[in-house]
């Protein structure tokens, strides 16, 4: 099992950003992917999260109506849509995934397969 995080960068605030969240080693359809991130200083925090049935939870409230996730089984990829970012979103951001089998709408909290995180940097 594997997975890559990548499209962080530095992004004015305001500005978006789309993470990728490549995946190898096991069917997409029966995972569910986590995102999450650590800002310096600070805990890890979950930010949203992709169930089997397409379903997505944002977990963090200050990510709610900005922040959007979207897989594509087929290219074994999800996707981190970021918007209006503010200087707090500033952080390292990660993927995650657990095995919750196919049609489910469960998002689970606690995850056993993590990727390498991808920095994204809000600053003007």
């Known amino acids: 099992v594997q997975l890559q995080a990548s499209g962080g960068g530095l992004v004015q605030p305001g500005g978006s950003l789309t993470l990728s969240c490549a995946t190898s080693?096991?069917?997409?359809?029966?995972?569910?992917i986590g995102w999450f991130r650590r800002a310096p200083g600070k805990e890890r925090e979950m930010v949203s999260c992709?169930?089997?049935?397409?379903?997505?939870?944002d977990d963090e409230d200050s990510v709610k109506g900005r922040f959007t996730v979207s897989r594509d089984n087929a290219k074994k990829t999800v996707s981190l849509q970021m918007n209006r970012l503010k200087p707090d979103d500033t952080a390292v951001y990660y993927c995650?995934?657990?095995?919750?089998?196919?049609?489910?709408?469960?998002?689970?909290?606690?995850?056993?397969?993590w990727g390498q995180g991808t920095l994204v940097t809000v600053s003007s």
């Open positions: 995650a995934t657990r095995f919750t089998g196919l049609s489910s709408n469960w998002c689970p909290r606690e995850y056993d397969y």
């Open positions: 080693g096991f069917s997409l359809d029966h995972y569910a």
């Open positions: 992709s169930s089997t049935s397409d379903g997505t939870v």
